[in-house]
């Protein structure tokens, strides 16, 4: 076996007994190759979202060729074993590589995500359900504040009747209190050079 596994790399294309196809070699082997290649080679680009490119296409080259050993393995005869043998081989070669750009992707996939998908069904439900969670959470908060603002003027209505007085200077207070928080906020909004941040409208 070890022989066999030797002679892979360098072998003339081997033809199918079987089905009469000629396969070859070299084709399986230089897109394997050419991914090593590419991960031994220091990359200038230390980008997330370039090295998770990365990893996608070495995932679907990883299923391309388990296609070709599944179809290598449903005609197999005798000649089919040294191109059965270099696919394992580029199997091997292209899980190495996959895991070793992985490394370079520092990416938090939540478990409900990965149970999502043992499960067999859609992982966009999970998003689905956050998006769900939070609008449902927001109808509450936003509840609570309708009805703590209701609690308030209701109060003050209440107070303006027992106590005027006090109710005026309050609101004299707040007044000058909301006056004196737009003055900071229209301070912290302006550039050195005197211009005013103006906040683009999407």
């Known amino acids: ?88 081989n580029n199997l091997v070669l292209e899980l190495d590589n996959m895991s070793k750009l992985a490394e370079k992707c520092n990416i938090q996939v939540p478990m409900e995500v990965l149970n999502l998908i043992d499960d067999g069904k859609n992982p966009d439900e999970f998003t689905k359900d956050v998006i769900n969670n939070c609008i449902a959470k927001n109808q509450i ?4 504040t309708d009805a703590f603002k209701g609690l308030r003027r209701h109060l003050l209505e209440e107070l303006e009747q027992a106590f005027p007085d006090e109710v005026e200077a309050y609101r004299d207070v707040r007044a000058g209190s909301a006056a004196e928080l737009k003055r900071f906020a229209q301070a912290q909004s302006m550039l050195p050079n005197g211009d005013v941040k103006v906040k683009s409208e999407i």
Do not use: C, W
């Open 141 to 144: 908060t936003k509840g609570k």
């Open 1 to 88: 076996m070890e022989s066999s596994q030797n002679t892979v790399v360098g072998t003339p294309p081997v033809s199918g007994g079987g089905n009469g196809m000629t396969i070859s070699q070299s084709n399986d082997a230089s897109p394997v190759e050419s991914t090593a290649m590419n991960a031994s080679t220091p990359n200038p680009i230390d980008d997330p979202k370039h090295n998770l490119t990365q990893v996608i296409n070495s995932v679907q080259k990883t299923l391309g060729i388990l296609h070709q050993l599944y179809l290598t393995v449903s005609s197999f005869n005798v000649a089919s074993q040294l191109p059965l043998l270099q696919r394992l």
